[in-house]
C-alpha cells in the first residue's frame, strides 16, 4: 500500500438518542450538536474548509430535507459543501477522501434524522426493488429475518444463542448514556419476549430512535492541534453487492469481507483479532454473528464472544438504538471515543487499534470497514 | 486537485418525457454501456461509481443505489449517492472527480438520472418545512420573483427571457439526444400562456426522462485513450443558506465564490476571453443572463445586454448551451452532469452537429435548491 495522507477523527457530538424529540425540528436538534463538536475542539466554524451531511428525504418525509439544516451547519458566508443521501458515514468517507486528494484540511460530517416523523418500515419497503421485492411487502425486520434464518440453519445458530449475543449487547448499551435502550437484561428474559418475525424476537430487534450527529475530521498538520488524542484512520474501505436478496448467499457477508480485506491490508492488519476494540453496524444478533465471520473475529458464541479477542460492541451496538441515517456514523464516533479516552464509564482500557463498520441496505447489501488507531498509520 | 483528472467516456440516453419501454435501472444502464463502449472500457476496469440524483420521492424508490447495483455493475465496488439538489448531477461528477484525484481509484464510473415520468415533480418540489408556508407552486413558482427582481433590478427590457428560450431551441434542434426540438421562434414564445409571470410556458423547462455516465481517469490511463480526454482544470461546489437576512438571491454569493475559486485554481482571470464554451444550468429562461452575470461574463446587471446583442447564440463570441440546454432536456438529477458531459464533449471536439469550432476551456454548471447550491466546472482540451 503507497503511503496515505494521515487524516483523524478529532471531534464528535450527539444528541441522545430518544424514541421521539417532538418538540424540536432536525435543525434544532443538529445546532447545538454542531457548536458541542466544534467546541470539542476549540475550533471556530470559519475555520472549517469542507462540511458534508448525511440524511434520507424520505427519512423526513420531504424532498431536499438536508437543505434545511445549512443554517445551523454555519454556510455563511457561502462554504464548500456537499450531501450525500446515505448514513452519515459514507460522508465521513468521502471527507476522507477529499482529504487525500488535498482538497480541504479540516471538516465536519452531520447526521440527522427524523424517524419518528414518518414510518419507516414503509419508507425502507420502498428500498427493495420495486417490480420483486418491494411489492411483496417486504420490510426491514422481514428481510433481516430471512437472513437470520438462513444463518441458522446453515450454521446450526439456535434461538438461545441470539438471545446470548443480544443480551451482552444491551448489558454493554447499559453503560452508554447516550444509547436508547439503556436496561441491562438477561437472555432467558429476552427469549421470553413474543416473535417479531421468526426467527427473529422483539427482544433481539433494536428500537428505530432519532438523534443528530456532527464529528469533525482533520489531517494531519491540524488534527494533533484540535484534539489531544486524535484517533487516525489506518485503513478504510466500503463495498456493495447485488440487492436482490434470493440470488446472495445470506449466511455471509461477502461485501464486508472484501471491504475489510482492504481496509485491513491499507492497516497492515491481519484480521480483526488484532483490534482492541471492534464496532459493529449490527442491527439483529444474526447480523453480529455473519459480521464476526466476515471480519476475523471470534464467533461470539459459547460465551467467548466477551472475553476472547478484541472488545465487540462497547456502545451496545445498533441493539440498543437505531437512529436511521446517523447508526453508522455513531460507529465510527464510538471508535473515536474508545481511543481518545472519552468513552466513559465503558472504555475499554488500553485501547490502541479499533475496527468500526457500517452497513446500509437490506441483509447487510452494503458494508463499510473502517480501522482507527492511537498512533499516525504513515510517517 | 492533486492529481490530474480526465473524461475519457460520455454516454446519454435519448431523453424524453417518457421513456416508456425502459424501467429506472434499464434506463440507467443504457447510459453506462454507452460511456464505457465511448472509452473502450468494460465493467472490470472501473473501481468505483458514484451516483447522483435529485430527491428519491421523484421514482417513489428511496436510496436506489441499492436497488441499481446491479444495473451499475457495482457488485463488490464501492459506491456512494449524492444528493445536492438541482446542483447534483454537476456536484456527482466532481465528487467522481474528487475520487481519481485523491490517488485511490484509477477509474471511476459516475451516473446521474432522472425517470420523472415516474412520479409527480410539482408534488415531490413542493415541500413542507416546519414553520414555513407551503408555496405548492413547483420550482418555477419559486424562482418567478427572483427572475421579477432580476428584471426591475437590471432593468432588461421584457422580450430577453423569449430570446433566450428561442435560441435554447434553436440549439437543440442540432442536439440528437434533446428532448424538445420542434423549432420555436421569439413571437411563438411571447405568444404562450403566462405560468408564473414573467416565466411563460415556452420559457420553462420540460419534464423528462434520462440519464447520462460519464467515465473519469487518472492521467496515466487517460492518456491510453482510445479516445482525446477532456482535463478537468477545476471545479468546486458552494453552497448557503436559504435565510440569510440580505442573502441576493438574484446573483448569489455563493454562485460568485464558486466561480472566483474555480477561475483561480484553472488559472482563469477573464472568462469572457478564456472561455471558449458555456453550459449553464437554465431551467427558465431568465436565468441565462443571471448567471451571465453571476459567473463573472460580464458586469453586474449586464447579462440581458450579452443576450439583446446576440453573442451567446452558436456562431458568436460565447455560445451558451450549444446542446439546448435544461430549458429542452431536464431529467432534474442528471441535468446538471449533462452541462459537465456537454462541456466534456466540446473540449473533446466530439459534440457532433452542436459542436463549437476550437474550444480549449469549456464551462460546466448547475445550480439547486433556492439558488443556494452551485456546482461549477473547467474543462480543457489541454493537460
Known sequence: ?379 | MSRAVAVVGVGQTHHNSKLPDVNVAEMVRIAVDKALADAGLSHEDIDAIVLGKAPDPLEGIMQPEQYLAGALGAHLKPIIRVHTAGSVGCTTALTAVTHVASGLFGRVLTVAFEKQSEGNAMWALSPNYAFTPPMVAGAGGFFAPYCRAYIKRSGSPSHIGAVVAANARDNAGRNEHAHLKDPMTVEDVLGSPMLWDPIRFLETCPSSDGAIAIVLANEELAKKGPRKPAWIKAGATFTEPMYVPGRDQVSPLAGRTCAKHVYAKAGITDPWKQIQVAEFYVPFSWYEPMWLENLGFCELNDGWKVVDRGDQKMGRHLPVNPSGGVLNTNPIGASGMLRFGEAALQVMGRAGEHQVPNVKNALGHAYGGGAQYFSIAILSSEL
Not at chain 1, 438461545?160 to 443480551?167: D, F, I, K
Open chain 1, 1 to 379: 500500500m503507497s503511503k496515505l495522507r494521515n487524516v483523524a477523527v478529532v471531534g464528535f457530538a450527539q444528541a441522545p438518542i430518544v424514541d421521539a424529540e417532538p418538540h424540536r425540528t432536525a435543525p434544532e436538534m443538529l445546532y447545538p450538536v454542531v457548536k458541542q463538536a466544534l467546541a470539542s475542539c476549540g475550533v471556530d466554524r470559519k475555520d472549517i474548509d469542507y462540511q458534508c451531511a448525511g440524511s434520507s428525504d424520505y427519512i423526513d418525509g420531504r424532498a431536499f430535507s438536508f437543505s434545511q439544516v445549512l443554517e445551523v451547519m454555519g454556510a455563511w458566508p457561502p462554504v464548500q459543501d456537499s450531501h450525500v443521501e446515505m448514513d452519515a458515514i459514507f460522508a465521513a468517507h468521502l471527507v476522507w477522501v477529499k482529504m487525500q486528494a488535498e482538497e480541504c484540511d479540516t471538516a465536519i460530517v452531520c447526521g440527522f434524522g427524523k424517524c419518528s416523523e414518518g414510518s419507516p418500515t414503509h419508507v425502507l419497503n420502498l428500498q427493495l426493488d420495486p417490480f420483486y421485492h418491494a411489492s411483496l411487502g417486504l420490510d426491514h425486520i422481514s428481510t433481516s429475518a430471512l437472513q437470520a434464518s438462513a444463518y441458522m440453519s446453515a450454521k446450526g445458530v439456535d434461538d438461545a444463542a441470539l438471545a446470548e449475543v443480544t443480551a451482552r449487547n444491551r448489558n454493554a448499551g447499559a453503560r452508554n448514556p447516550d444509547t436508547q435502550l439503556r436496561k441491562a437484561t438477561s437472555a432467558k428474559e429476552l427469549q421470553a419476549t413474543p416473535w417479531a418475525v421468526t426467527p427473529l424476537r422483539e427482544g433481539y430487534l433494536p428500537p428505530i430512535g432519532e438523534t443528530a450527529t456532527c464529528l469533525v475530521l482533520a489531517a494531519e498538520g491540524k488534527a494533533e492541534k484540535l484534539c489531544d488524542k486524535p484517533a487516525w484512520i489506518h485503513g478504510v474501505d466500503h463495498r456493495i453487492e447485488l440487492q436482490t436478496i434470493g440470488a446472495r448467499d445470506l449466511t455471509r457477508s461477502a461485501s464486508t469481507k472484501l471491504a475489510a480485506d482492504k481496509a485491513f491490508a491499507m492497516a497492515g492488519l491481519n484480521s480483526g483479532r488484532d483490534a482492541d476494540v471492534a464496532e459493529l453496524g449490527s442491527t439483529t444478533p444474526a447480523e453480529e454473528l455473519i459480521l464476526r465471520d466476515a471480519l476475523g473475529l471470534p464467533s461470539g458464541l459459547g460465551g467467548n464472544g466477551a472475553k476472547d479477542g478484541p472488545a465487540v460492541n462497547p456502545s451496545g451496538s445498533p441493539l440498543c438504538g437505531n437512529p436511521l441515517m446517523n447508526t453508522g456514523l455513531l460507529r465510527l464516533a464510538e471508535g473515536f471515543r474508545q481511543l481518545s479516552g472519552r468513552a466513559g464509564e465503558r472504555a475499554v482500557g488500553g485501547a490502541k487499534r479499533a475496527v468500526v463498520h457500517a452497513s446500509a441496505g437490506h441483509c447487510l447489501q452494503q458494508n463499510i470497514v473502517w480501522v482507527l488507531g492511537t498512533e499516525r498509520r504513515w510517517s
